[in-house]
T-cell receptor, first 113, second 111 residues
Framework: SQTIHQWPATLVQPVGSPLSLECTVE??????LYWYRQAAGRGLQLLFY??????ISSEVPQNLSASRPQDRQFILSSKKLLLSDSGFYLC????????????FGQGTRLTVV | QKEVEQDPGPLSVPEGAIVSLNCTYSNSAFQYFMWYRQYSRKGPELLMY????GNKEDGRFTAQVDKSSKYISLFIRDSQPSDSATYLCAMRVSGYSTLTFGKGTMLLVSP
């Protein structure tokens, strides 16, 4: 099965500072990759997904961007963080072949102060 | 109407109880159904994955899908305090990998 590595686990950043969260995947190749944000009581919000290197689809216009420089690497970035960017960020991977399930990383809790 | 509805709870039960968690959905194109368990401050962990109507059992967990009613359930037998977590249902359309999630139900099992 797949293993999703996410870091850091916890991050406190000031408003206006940049952000870079990294996600790497083991155990599969050519996966679909996803960034979700989870806010209390609001469920999982899909932010970005990628079906291949350099291919990014944005689901929600916002202060964030994503990049996929390698097949199993997915990066979430911001040039200037807002207070509203605080939340729990999750990376997920889904094997493209066949109808299979998605696996999640352990998440990054971001607090913007 | 939201695509997937799930009662947020919390649902409090005593140890040993049978727990029933449910989701309803409106999109009849959903073909694949999943249940994830999420402990506090952790990523969701896949519990059950099914794509047909009927029941699928795995240990103390049973996933039930009723496509005609657009209703899915997760049953937990002999619930344990370690089952205390938020349970998320998720589903997707065949040929598409994007998942649609319920908001999650918080379960509390007291010893």
């Amino acid at each position: 099965s797949q293993t999703i590595h996410q870091w850091p686990a916890t991050l406190v950043q000031p408003v206006g500072s940049p952000l870079s969260l990294e996600c790497t995947v083991e155990g599969t190749s050519n996966p679909n990759l996803y960034w979700y944000r989870q806010a209390a009581g609001r469920g999982l919000q899909l932010l970005f997904y990628s079906v291949g290197i350099g291919q990014i689809s944005s689901e929600v216009p916002q202060n964030l961007s994503a990049s996929r420089p390698q097949d199993r690497q997915f990066i979430l970035s911001s040039k200037k963080l807002l207070l509203s960017d605080s939340g729990f960020y999750l990376c997920a991977s889904h094997t493209r072949q066949g109808n299979t399930e998605a696996f999640f990383g352990q998440g990054t809790r971001l607090t913007v102060v | 109407q939201k695509e997937v509805e799930q009662d947020p709870g919390p649902l409090s039960v005593p140890e040993g109880a049978i727990v029933s968690l449910n989701c309803t959905y409106s999109n009849s194109a959903f073909q694949y159904f999943m249940w994830y368990r999420q402990y506090s401050r952790k990523g969701p962990e896949l519990l059950m994955y099914t794509y047909s109507s009927g029941n699928k059992e795995d240990g103390r967990f049973t996933a039930q899908v009723d496509k005609s009613s657009k209703y899915i359930s997760l049953f937990i037998r002999d619930s344990q305090p370690s089952d205390s977590a938020t349970y998320l249902c998720a589903m997707r359309v065949s040929g598409y990998s994007t998942l649609t999630f319920g908001k999650g139900t918080m379960l509390l099992v007291s010893p």
